[in-house]
C-alpha cells in the first residue's frame, strides 16, 4: 500500500493564519494602543449616553457612570490595569444585567473583551507576557470571525436576505436610502420608501436581479469574511474589505461605539501596526461626539 | 494545550462565545426570540417592529365563556408592560406567569387565563407584514 504524497508547501493549511508578530513587544504594544482605544470608547460612551438626559439620571446609571469612569482611568495605567478592567467587567455585567434583555450586542462585545483584558496580561515579563500576548490577539482575531461569520449565516437563516426583504424594509431609513439608491429603478425606491411598515403593507421584496444578488452577496461575503481572515494570504485584502463592510454598514445606522470597538479588533488583523493612526484618529473623533452631546457642535444622531 | 488556569478560562469562554450564536439561531427558530439581541450576532438579520398587542380573556371554570379583560388598574398595566417588553425581545421565552397573576389578583372571580400576544412580523415568501399571533393559558396556583 502506497502512502500519499505530501501537500505542496503552498496547498498545506497555514499554521500561522492566527499568529502574532515575531517579536512579543511588538505585539505588546499593539495591545497596549487595542487596549487604549477600547477604554477611550467605553468611557466616552457612559458619558455620551448620560448626558442627554443628566438631569433624569437614575442612581443606577449614575452609579455605572461613575466607577466605569474610574475604572477605565484605572485600567489604561499600567500598574492598576488588571483591577481596573476587573472593575469595568463587574460595571458592564451590571449594565448588561440591568438592560437585559433589551441590552444591545456591543455591550456583550465590550464586556467579553474586559474579561479578556482581565485574564491576561501581555505586559507581563517573559515569557508569560509573550504567551498572553499570543493568546490574546488570537481570541481577540477569533471573536471578530464568530461575529463575522454567524452575522452572515443568520441573515441567511431568517430569511430576510434571500429576496432583499430586509433591505427594502430598510428603505424606510432615509440613511440607508441614500446608500441602496443605485441598485433600484427610482419607482422601485419611491414605492418601498412610501410604504409604512404597518401590517398589510408590503410586498417587500426587490424586483431586479442586481439588488437580489447584492443582498444575497453581503450575507455570503460576511460569512467568507471569517475564513479570508483567518487565512494569512488573503488576510490584507480581507481585512480591507472587512473595514470597508462595516463602514457601510455602521455608517448609515450610525452606531458609532459599536463601529469603533469592533472596528479596534479587526485592525488586530493588520500585519503593520495601524492602530498608531487609529488611536489619534479615534481620539479626535470621539472628542468631537461628546462636543455634540454637549451642545457645542450641531446635533448629530449617532448610537 | 493551555496550561495554566487563566488560559483555561479563556479557552472556555471563547468555546462559549462560538457555540452560543449556534444556541441562540435555534432558540429564534423555536421561541421567537429577537435575532438582534443576546449576543447571537444578528443585528440586521431581520426587521423590527415597534408595535406590540395584547387580548387578556378569562374565565371562572372551563365550561364558562371566555371574558375580555377591559380596563385594568394601573399596577396591571404596569405588570403588561413589562411583561410586553421582555416579550419583544425574548419571544416565548418570556413567561406571562406574573402577569397572569396580577390579572387574577384583580379578578378573583376568575380561575384562569388566557394571554394571546399579537406582533407584526415580515413574511419572507409574500415578503407582506402580517400579523403573528400566540396564545398562552395559565390556571390560579
Known sequence: MSTPPPLPAAAAPDRAALETPADPSAAADRLRRFELVFLLVVATEYWARALPKWNDLGGFYLGALATATAACVLAGSRPARRPGFALLAATQAAVVWQEFPATGNHAYLELAFCLLALLLDPFAPPPAGAADARLYLRAVRWMVCVVFFYGGVQKLVHGYWWQGQYLAYSLANESFRDLLRFLLPAGEVARLAALTGRVGDGPYLLTTPLARLVSIGVCVAEIALAPLLAWQRTRPVALVAALLFLLAIEIPAREVFFGLVFANAVLLFARTDLHRRFVPAVALLLALLLLVRLGVLPEVVFY | MPQRPQEWLVYA????????????????????????????????????????????????????????????????????????????????????????????????DWHEVRVIVMRPALDPTTGMVVWQSSSEEYTRR
Open chain 2, 13 to 108: 469562554g471563547l468555546t462559549l462565545f462560538t457555540v452560543w450564536p449556534a444556541v441562540h439561531m435555534a432558540l429564534v427558530e423555536r421561541y421567537g426570540l429577537s435575532p438582534w439581541k443576546a449576543a447571537g450576532w444578528g443585528m440586521y438579520s431581520a426587521p423590527r417592529f415597534a408595535e406590540l398587542g395584547m387580548e387578556v380573556y378569562g374565565r371562572a371554570d372551563a365550561g364558562q365563556e371566555l371574558e375580555k379583560l377591559g380596563a385594568p388598574p394601573p399596577e396591571v398595566r404596569a405588570t403588561a408592560s413589562e411583561f410586553l417588553e421582555r416579550r419583544r425581545w425574548l419571544g416565548r421565552l418570556a413567561s406571562a406567569r406574573r402577569f397572569a397573576d396580577a390579572v387574577l389578583a384583580h379578578r378573583p
